[in-house]
């Protein structure tokens, strides 16, 4: 059964950090490109950050690039995303994904339908 397990959601207060992993099971990680997707109330789900299968290619939304780092361990088949310099606007629920896109093409890692496999959520909760 595959399944996707994210943690490290919580309360942090703007300008903290927090790191979300991702515990990916019943699939062949290293052969998967893997994302990050976050939801706030009332909004449309939107791309946070996406990285390849091979690891050697990351991408991020303009939101969160320069204070958000992508990465995945082989080992452990953890994604991660660490977040730092946090603000009220990053609150939402965080989802990870698994895409069995083989590709480095940013446009398409950034679309939700190229995921054929998500999580349940973390909630992230930036309070000013």
């Known amino acids: 059964q595959v399944q996707l397990v994210e943690s490290g959601g919580g309360l942090v207060q703007a300008g903290g950090s927090l790191r979300l992993s991702c515990a990916a099971s019943?699939?062949?990680?290293?052969?998967?490109?893997m994302g990050w997707f976050r939801q706030a109330p009332g909004k449309e789900r939107e791309f946070v950050s996406a990285?390849?299968?091979?690891?050697?290619?990351?991408y991020y939304a303009d939101s969160v690039k320069g204070r958000f780092t992508i990465a995945r361990d082989y080992a452990k088949n953890t994604l991660y995303l660490q977040m730092n310099n946090l603000t009220p606007e990053d609150t939402a629920v965080y989802y990870c994904?698994?895409?069995?896109?083989?590709?480095?093409?940013?446009?398409?890692?950034?679309?939700?339908?190229?995921?054929?496999?998500w999580g349940q959520g973390t909630q992230v909760t930036v309070s000013s």
């Open positions: 994904a698994a895409s069995y896109y083989s590709g480095t093409s940013q446009s398409t890692l950034k679309q939700r339908y190229e995921y054929n496999t």
């Open positions: 019943g699939l062949t990680f290293s052969r998967y490109a």
């Open positions: 990285i390849s299968w091979s690891g050697g290619s990351t």
